[in-house]
């Protein structure tokens, strides 16, 4: 039997030159599931993304989905991309060990914290310990220093360092447009004992809280300070009147990994890239 990608669409092209197409997936002619292949909105043209690929129950576990990812290489590599990626729901554990499989990496993934229906008591910090707004003579030095780290993380997993540092500059700008006034933003410094300790960026995103940023200094690291920045996080959450907390980590940094699970935190999505060679 011979799986194959048939368009349902004309190939949709915007006027900054974006692409997308969906496709059905075929065996012998006969559809078995679809599949929806687009740029990235923020890496442009050069990269693609598996936004949907799904096959229908009675097909699954016969070769189906790998041919079809493999397909939609092949048309990503014809769209002139260089790199393919693709997110995956932290549930969908077939999905993970198929991406895996083709080579696959996982670059970064969501997690999040319910504080649940009833809003719970703020938690305290240790004492010694208070979280405080972010003077103006502070952000100068902070915002280029978190710019900086974002980039870096992305060229450490694979992105030139021209994007990186695009997208870098770019999220910041939309996030940050009034830097410390800058709406439904929260920029905090962590105290210990007078002296500070860390940094916490804190928004929100589809009504829940999102750490943009957190931060222990790296002379201060290893004495609990990360672990009071997500408390400070949370009083803040609680206080704000939100579900629960959303974040993003980077993989290998697995002491950050290890202290959000510590906290609660789970996996949602995992977001995977490969190289097009």
């Not at 096959?55 to 079809?68: K, L, M």
């Not at 290489?73 to 198929?98: D, F, K, Q, Y």
């Not at 305290?124 to 280029?144: D, I």
Request: charged share 25%; aromatic share 6%; hydrophobic share 40%.
């Amino acid at each position: 039997m011979t799986t194959t990608l048939r368009p349902t669409e004309p190939l949709q092209r915007d006027a900054d030159g974006a692409l997308s197409r969906h496709y059905t997936v075929c065996v012998n002619s006969r559809p078995v599931g679809a599949v929806h292949l687009a740029t990235h909105p923020d890496f442009g043209s050069s990269v693609a993304q598996i936004r949907e690929l799904a096959i229908e129950e009675p097909d699954r576990g016969r070769g189906r989905a790998t041919v079809a990812a493999l397909a939609a290489e092949e048309v990503a590599r014809g769209w002139g991309c260089e790199r393919i990626e693709a997110s995956v729901p932290a549930g969908a554990a077939a999905a993970l060990r198929l991406a895996t499989a083709l080579g696959y990496v996982v670059r970064n993934r969501a997690m999040e914290k319910r504080l649940g229906a009833a809003p719970p008591a703020p938690p305290a910090l240790p004492a010694g310990s208070r979280g405080r707004p972010m003077t103006e003579a502070e952000y100068g030095p902070w915002v280029e220093q978190v710019k900086e780290a974002y980039a870096q993380e992305w060229i450490t997993r694979g992105v030139p360092e021209a994007e990186a540092r695009a997208k870098s500059e770019l999220d910041h700008a939309t996030l940050l447009p009034d830097g410390l006034s800058s709406e439904g933003m929260d920029i905090l410094v962590l105290e210990h004992e007078g002296t500070p300790v860390g940094t916490l960026q804190l928004g929100s995103s589809e009504g829940w809280a999102f750490v943009y940023d957190v931060e222990a200094d790296e002379r201060h690291r290893g004495r609990g300070h990360g672990r009071s920045l997500m408390l400070l996080a949370e009083a803040q959450t609680v206080a704000a009147g939100r579900p629960g907390i959303r974040l993003n980590v980077f993989a290998d940094n697995a002491p950050a990994e290890r202290l959000y699970e510590s906290l609660g935190y789970e996996t949602t999505t995992y977001h995977l890239y490969k190289d097009l060679l």
